[in-house]
């Protein structure tokens, strides 16, 4: 769709036509090297073209799948109150942390307070594991767990940061410990 006009500005009129050829100036590349390359082109090209078929297989079962014995303590949500055919038991709650969940499964998954419970939840079984490692003569290696190393070689920045605020949040909380003793 060229047009022959004659004007008195300088510019090419040709609208992308060889950036298939010239591509800002360098030269094409040759992108059959590229894997993945062209796969929506030709099907016989296709790497998956031997594993896809038309029309798709269909071998899901579309019956409900029997229903998992239940032998540990499953928290239901309101929203669905009826145990799901399968379901994952290998935690069941226990201790603090367990009474913290099931006050988060008396609400709603929509109500903020449900998973503000639950992430405390986390964050109390953490401690309880903590407890119940060193009751067993087992002392954890806190740092390497929390991958203080590989933060120190490739975030020593965010791993300062993140010292400072624990340190400035346990300065703060030694001196209202003994402030409070103090009275």
Not at 63 to 71: A, K, M, R
Not at 77 to 93: D, I, W
Not at 134 to 146: A, K, Q, T
Request: charged share 25%; net charge neutral; glycine share 8%.
């Amino acid at each position: 769709m060229a047009h022959d006009h004659h004007h008195d500005h300088d510019h090419d009129h040709n609208q992308g036509r060889d950036l298939a050829v010239f591509q800002h100036g360098r030269p094409p590349v040759d992108r059959s090297a590229i894997q993945g390359w062209g796969a929506d082109l030709d099907r016989k090209n296709r790497p998956g073209v031997p594993m896809e078929r038309t029309p798709p297989r269909i071998d899901a079962p579309l019956t409900q799948p029997e229903q998992q014995p239940q032998h540990v303590e499953v928290l239901l949500s309101p929203e669905r109150p009826h145990m799901t055919p399968l379901f994952g038991s290998p935690n069941p709650p226990r201790g603090v942390s367990g009474m913290v969940r099931r006050a988060a499964f008396k609400e709603t998954e929509n109500d903020i307070r449900h998973w503000l419970l639950l992430m405390l939840a986390d964050r109390i079984d953490v401690v309880e594991g903590l407890v119940e490692d060193l009751g067993r003569g087992h002392v954890p290696n806190i740092l390497g767990e929390m991958g203080i190393k590989a933060e120190w070689q490739h975030n020593k920045r965010g791993l300062a940061q993140k010292v400072a605020i624990g340190a400035a949040v346990a300065g703060i909380a030694c001196y209202l410990y003994q402030r409070r003793d103090r009275r």
